[in-house]
């Protein structure tokens, strides 16, 4: 008779694990954010919006900016997440077209430049990202590193070259898509672009899976040159004590607006709206600044409260990014079935 | 016995296999069928015209299908010879690797592979050991393209021969064998005409499982796959791009290459079936080898693969104590601290994170079992049935692998688009932004274990032995609970040991549904290494397989305890 018992035991178990899981989990009337930040700076925000709202119960998901969008678009008949914290403005573009997120004007709205925001209000940017050419500064003097775009072109990188897959990627969708773009813009045709993109791959030693195994592999020197984002790059010297610098392209590099959102049909929009306008308030973008190295957007902070290093001018590259959003899909589609891998290496 | 009772029973088993085959397999992948062969609302094969007009497409499906059968050739060439070598032979050594063998099968996918690009790696240990004994200007090799794929997928797939050949030497009857060689058959055509045979459905079941494990294999080609194309990579691509469209019909292609797989293969499974006999024969002992050279070459042979088998492992034991940054071109860390380990232990999210874990991988191994004998029961039943024939159990079999043959992503997604609002069919039931997911998802995923295990040990069962109870007047449950139960226990134990096992390490499905009460390791770890964390990562890696470790000591007890 003992597997009887056994049976007995065994219902009444996953019977009390069935109901104690079940309350809690649903309809909870928590703020549930959905973020790529890292867990550091996610941790250290909620403890602060808790010091100064004793009370809020705050939950976050950590994940690539890219899983949040495929999860808002799965959930999309029943939203989870109230505030989506973080991702290139041209993925808060596409989901604001496939109409999951929720219009919502903060009280800075008017002290954010153009284009830093959706017409519809619909997302705003936070921080700015321009994109640099790294270098592992070991093995590459600051004198011999590319200060170009198209120096990473010179057959003395060849096999030199590491690139993160930019298939997953909005960092590296945005420089292929802008090296496409500066040809197109002048001659309405993609053939330079996808010219570049050739020799680029050429120089290639690999496309790496992610960025972690990016800037490891660049530490480790299995490559000596990327194209990656420069807040990044620093944090990756300074905080992880890799090898790295980065110099910023000379002819104009692309900036990336980094942006937040609210989830259409969430559950608690008023708390996600005033964590929403804590997180961007002047002390927390400066506090993010110099902590977290996150370049503000809004435009009427004292940037002497900035990094020293926020403030250095650079050239930016303008950049039609609707166009890039809508054609560069194709571009990279090219790239990806006929230009990736193919290149000869002689 | 009353023609009703004994109906009963067998109602109630179909009636939940059917259950969870229709909502959890049919339901959800309907939709996935359906957007494959539709566009703008029309049934079309446009979409398959579309796709495989794609020379990259093509390309991807000959790559997947080439790099799975050459996974298999490698795999049986590895396990089959260690099968033979550790069941049949006795020596100093056997009993390490007989514990160590199956470690990569429980090796967690996103730890594995990271493991493995610190020891394999163009900067890993191995390679910075032979850059600085010869003195190289750069690294002696890349962990990329088919060589890194291959020995990925050998290393981590192998077992499923060494395990299933080893399990299936253990069945074969030893008389046979013997009553051969003194007819003077030669030694030759006693393998071939005697244990071939035999060992025919362990080998085949082995097969089948490492081809569709390959087939569905994402992290390796993600990593290290280099410019290979394989289909799994161009369904990630198309999904990334947005050509949602494309990636489902990409994804129906992979299933049913997958599906035909194992239709081929069911067909030399069934034909040799030598359940009886191995019952009724004495199995062989293992030989001691006596010979001196022989048996330092074997033991040495031992020693060698356990030290294979254990490297990643101590690669990733090693990386938890590095500090950060004091790794670039250094043959070892440089710097070691606690620091990982204190990060981990101090914090009360990490504790949840494996309470979530070990509970979901529980539930859902448990449920699996449970399912598994109803629907092992009902495959066995030997009685002939109009209801019951031999199509609908082949049908059964194959709705059952569906979920192993695809990726885990499509299986995620294609449960939380079917469970993510209420419906007509089903009500209020939504798994979506609940607890329930993820164990549901476990299930779905890694029941094909189970079931096979069981499914092995059951047709090793003498049917004859049920009939005696039955005649013996002993009701169902009691032939169950005193005559099946404790004969195929073990087996069945095994099998749902696996699924927990490698339901504790899931990712690829998780990311995708996961919420903030059933956060899993996985998702951890992944933030970690996010965040450059590679030591902290690595600390819950070593964390993850110490609990694995534990389980499995403790289903070796369980194992026993019927027994």
């Known amino acids: ?346 | 016995m009353d023609h009703t009772a004994r109906k009963l029973p067998v109602l109630l088993l179909f009636l939940v296999t059917a259950l969870v085959l229709v909502y959890g397999v049919l339901y959800p992948n309907l939709a996935v069928v359906t957007t494959s062969f539709q566009r703008s609302g029309q049934w079309t094969l446009a979409n398959y015209r579309d796709v495989l007009a794609q020379r990259v497409v093509l390309e991807a499906i000959l790559t997947s299908i080439g790099l799975s059968v050459f996974t298999v050739a490698l795999c049986a060439f590895v396990g089959v010879p260690l099968a033979f070598l550790f069941e049949r032979y006795d020596f100093p050594g056997r009993r390490l690797f007989g514990a160590l063998a199956a470690l990569p099968l429980v090796l967690p996918p996103l730890v594995g592979t990271v493991a493995f690009i610190f020891l394999c790696g163009e900067s890993g240990i191995l390679a910075r050991t032979v850059q600085h004994l010869l003195g190289l200007e750069t690294s002696p090799w890349t962990l990329r393209g088919w060589p890194a794929l291959l020995l990925f997928h050998t290393y981590t797939m192998y077992p499923f021969f060494y395990v299933l050949t080893g399990a299936g030497l253990r069945r074969v009857d030893a008389s046979l064998a013997e009553a051969a060689r003194s007819l003077g058959a030669s030694r030759v055509a006693v393998a071939r005409r005697v244990l071939l045979p035999q060992l025919t459905p362990a080998l085949i079941a082995a097969a089948l499982l490492t081809f569709m494990t390959s087939m569905a294999s994402f992290s390796a080609p993600l990593l290290f796959g280099g410019n290979v194309r394989v289909l799994t990579l161009e369904i990630f691509t198309a999904r990334q791009r947005g050509d949602m469209t494309i990636a489902v019909t990409e994804t129906v292609i992979l299933a049913t290459i997958s599906l035909a797989a194992l239709v081929f293969f069911q067909r030399y499974e069934g034909t040799r079936k030598f359940v009886a006999a191995a019952l009724k024969g004495a199995t062989r002992r293992r030989e001691p080898i006596k010979s001196g050279g022989v048996r330092v070459m074997a033991t040495l042979s031992a020693i060698v693969f356990s030290v294979i088998l254990v490297l990643p492992v101590a690669t990733l034991i090693l990386v938890s104590f590095a500090g950060d940054g004091s790794w670039t071109t250094q043959t070892i860390p440089s710097q070691y601290t606690l620091g990982n380990f204190r990060r981990l232990f101090s914090e009360p999210q990490s504790y949840e994170v494996f309470l979530n874990s070990l509970l979901m991988s529980a539930i859902a191994a448990v449920g699996a079992l449970a399912w598994s004998f109803c629907v092992v029961t009902l495959l066995m039943r030997r009685v002939r049935s109009r209801v019951l024939g031999p199509g609908v159990r082949r049908i059964l079999s194959l709705l059952i692998l569906i979920p192993w043959a695809l990726p885990g992503t499509v299986v995620a997604v294609s449960i939380a688009e079917a469970y993510g609002q209420p419906g007509s069919l089903l009500g209020s039931f939504v798994l979506v932004g609940t607890f329930w997911i993820l164990p549901v998802i476990y299930f779905l995923r890694f029941m094909p274990l189970v079931v096979r295990a069981l499914q092995a040990s059951m047709e090793q069962l003498d049917p004859s032995l049920d009939e005696a109870a039955r005649s013996l007047g002993a009701r169902v449950w009691q032939r169950f609970a005193r005559v099946t139960l404790p004969l195929v226990w073990p087996g069945a134990v095994a099998g749902t040991l696996l699924a927990f096992v490698i339901a504790l390490g899931e990712y690829v499905a998780s990311v995708l549904v996961f919420v903030p009460a059933n956060r899993p390791i996985s998702i951890a770890i992944a933030s970690e290494l996010r965040d450059f964390n590679l030591g902290a990562a690595a600390a819950y890696g070593v964390v993850l397989i110490g609990i694995i470790a534990i389980s499995m000591i403790v289903a070796g007890k369980l194992e026993r305890w019927r027994a």
């Open chain 1, 1 to 346: 008779m003992r597997p009887r018992y056994f049976l007995a035991v065994l219902f009444f178990l996953l019977t009390s694990v069935f109901f104690s899981c079940r309350s809690g989990s649903v309809n909870s009337r928590r703020l549930l954010i959905y973020t790529p930040h890292g867990q550091d700076l996610l941790r250290d925000f909620v403890a602060r919006y808790k010091q100064k709202y004793p009370g809020a119960e705050v939950q976050f998901l950590d994940m690539g900016s890219r899983e949040v969008l495929e999860r808002v678009r799965v959930e999309r008949n029943r939203p989870q997440a109230d505030l989506w914290w973080g991702a290139a403005h041209t993925t808060f573009q596409t989901a604001a077209d496939e109409n999951l997120l929720e219009e919502f004007r903060p009280s800075w709205a008017d002290k954010v430049p153009e284009g830093s925001y959706d017409k519809q209000s619909r997302w705003y940017g936070t921080y700015e990202t321009p994109q640099v050419i790294a270098y592992n500064s070991d093995a590459v003097s600051a004198a011999d590193a590319p200060r170009d775009w198209d120096d990473v072109l010179d057959p003395k990188w060849r096999d030199k070259v590491l690139i993160r897959n930019p298939n997953p990627s909005d960092t590296m969708r945005a420089i292929f898509g802008a090296m496409v773009w500066r040809f197109q813009k002048d001659t309405g045709s993609t053939d330079q672009g996808y010219e570049w993109l050739r020799k680029l791959d050429a120089n290639v030693h690999e496309y790496t899976a992610d960025g972690t195994l990016l800037m490891q592999k660049l530490g480790r020197r299995e490559g000596l040159i990327t194209l990656w984002d420069m807040p990044d790059v620093r944090l990756f010297k300074e905080q992880k004590n890799l090898p790295v610098a980065y110099n910023l392209p000379s002819s104009g590099t692309p900036v990336i607006t980094d942006g937040i959102a609210i989830v259409k049909g969430s559950a608690n929009q008023e708390e996600a709206k005033r964590f929403y306008e804590f997180v961007t308030t002047p002390e927390s973008l400066s506090y993010a600044a110099q902590k977290y190295y996150r370049i503000p957007v809004r435009t009427d902070l004292d940037r002497s409260t900035l990094p020293a290093w926020m403030n250095e001018p650079f050239t930016r590259m303008p950049l039609d990014w609707d166009l890039l959003r809508k054609q560069g899909s194709d571009w990279l589609r090219y790239w990806d079935t006929s230009i990736r891998g193919r290149s000869s290496k002689q």
